[in-house]
Nanobody, 116 residues
Framework: QVQLVESGGGLVQPGGSLRLSCAAS????????IKWYRQAPGKERELVAS????????KYADSVKGRFTISRDNAKTTVYLQMNSLKSEDTAVYYC?????????WGQGTQVTVSS
């Protein structure tokens, strides 16, 4: 059974940092790319960042380029999203996603709130 479990969210002041984690199980982790999405209240879910199987290819939304860094540790079957210089507009629920066995799999999400 594919499972994705996000953690690391919380309340942070503008300009602060957080590191999100996505722990995966139930599939051969290194065979799949992983994506981070986010969804703010009243808005559609948007792709934030993606990483290839071994981390050689990383892509970012324009809104987070230069501030967020995606990485993975295949030995720990975990993907990370380091978020720096956070802004109020980064407030959202963050989800990790993997397309495994032809199906989209999502975690439960972790709330990030950027506010003073």
């Amino acid at each position: 059974q594919v499972q994705l479990v996000e953690s690391g969210g919380g309340l942070v002041q503008p300009g602060g940092s957080l590191r999100l984690s996505c722990a995966a199980s139930g599939f051969t982790f290194s065979d799949y790319g992983i994506k981070w999405y986010r969804q703010a209240p009243g808005k559609e879910r948007e792709l934030v960042a993606s990483i290839s199987r071994f981390g050689g290819s990383k892509k970012y939304a324009d809104s987070v380029k230069g501030r967020f860094t995606i990485s993975r540790d295949n030995a720990k079957t975990t993907v990370y999203l380091q978020m720096n210089s956070l802004k109020s507009e980064d407030t959202a629920v963050y989800y990790c996603n993997a397309l495994v066995f032809g199906d989209d799999h999502w975690g439960q999400g972790t709330q990030v709130t950027v506010s003073s």
